[in-house]
C-alpha cells in the first residue's frame, strides 16, 4: 500500500515539474517571438535602433519615464489637414503620470525631429466673457493654447487668422479665436467681428479670427467656443516653473515616422 502511494506521489511531482517547464519554454518562446520581432523593426530604422539601445539602458533599474503616442479615431473627423498624421503625446512615469512643464515642453518643441510641431491645450473651461461693455458677462467654453495650435493642427481660419509667433510675445497686445458657432449665433456671421474687443476674465483681448466651420476643439465631448493664448493667462513665475504641470500635448508626425518610432525618440529625449 505504501509503495503504491509512493509511487502516485512520485508521478504527481513528475507532472508537476513537467507543467513548470513547460510553463518557463512557453514564456520563452514568446520571449524569442518578441525579440526576432523587434529585432525586425529595428533593422528597418538603424538610427532608432541606437535611440531605442540608449533609451533602454537609461531606463532599466531607474523611475522609467516613457512617452505613449497615441492617435485616436475622433481626430479623423476633424476639418483640419490631414488629421490621421496627428496623435497625442502623453507622458507616464512608474508612478503614474509624469508632469511636463512648459519650460520642458518648450526644449522638446525645439529638439524634437519626429513630428512637424508640437502644440500644447488645456480641456474646454468655463470662461467669463464680455462682448461688450453695456453687456452682462457671459460663461461660455473656453481653451488655452500654446501660439502653434491652429497651425500644427492644419486649421483653415474662416475669416481673419489663427494665432501667431508675435503673439506669445509677453508686451503683444492680447488676442483671440471664436468658434464659426459662436460667430453665427452671437454675431449672425458679421466679418466686423474681426478687431472687436472682449473682456476674458476680465482680461482685454482682440477677436483676429474664427474657427474653421465644425471645429469646436480636439476634446471629445468638450466642445470650445473661444480659444486664448496660455502665455497670456498664466504668470511668467508659472511658465518658467519646471514642476508645473501643462497640458495635454499633441504632435503631427513626419512622413514615413510611425508611432512606435516617435515613442522611443520622444521618450529618450525625455529622459
Known sequence: ?????????????????????????????????????????????????????????????????????????????????????????????????????????????????????????????????????????????????????????????????GFAPRDEDPAAAGVAVISYGLWDRQFSRNSGVLGQTILINNKSLTIVGVAPSGFDGVTSGLASDVWVLLKQFRTAEDLRNRAGSLFQIMGRLRTAISREQAQVALTLLYQ
Not at 3 to 11: G, K, P, Y
Open 1 to 161: 500500500m505504501f509503495s503504491r502511494r509512493n509511487q502516485i506521489s512520485a508521478d504527481s511531482e513528475r507532472e508537476r515539474q513537467s507543467n513548470v517547464l513547460s510553463g518557463y519554454r512557453l514564456r520563452l518562446d514568446h520571449f524569442v517571438q518578441d525579440i526576432r520581432y523587434a529585432t525586425r523593426i529595428l533593422r528597418r530604422s538603424p538610427a532608432f535602433a541606437i535611440t531605442a539601445m540608449l533609451s533602454l539602458a537609461l531606463g532599466i533599474g531607474a523611475n522609467t519615464a516613457i512617452f505613449s503616442v497615441l492617435d485616436t479615431i475622433m481626430f479623423r473627423t476633424l476639418p483640419v489637414k490631414d488629421p490621421g498624421s496627428l496623435v497625442i503625446v502623453r507622458p507616464h512615469e512608474s508612478t503614474g503620470n509624469a508632469i511636463v512643464s512648459n519650460p520642458v515642453f518648450e526644449e522638446m518643441q525645439t529638439r524634437q525631429q519626429v513630428c512637424t510641431g508640437l502644440l500644447a491645450t488645456s480641456e474646454p473651461q468655463r470662461l467669463t466673457v464680455q462682448w461688450m461693455i453695456a453687456q452682462l458677462p457671459q460663461r461660455v467654453m473656453g481653451t488655452l493654447v500654446s501660439g502653434n495650435y491652429f497651425s500644427v493642427l492644419g486649421a483653415n481660419i474662416t475669416i481673419g487668422r
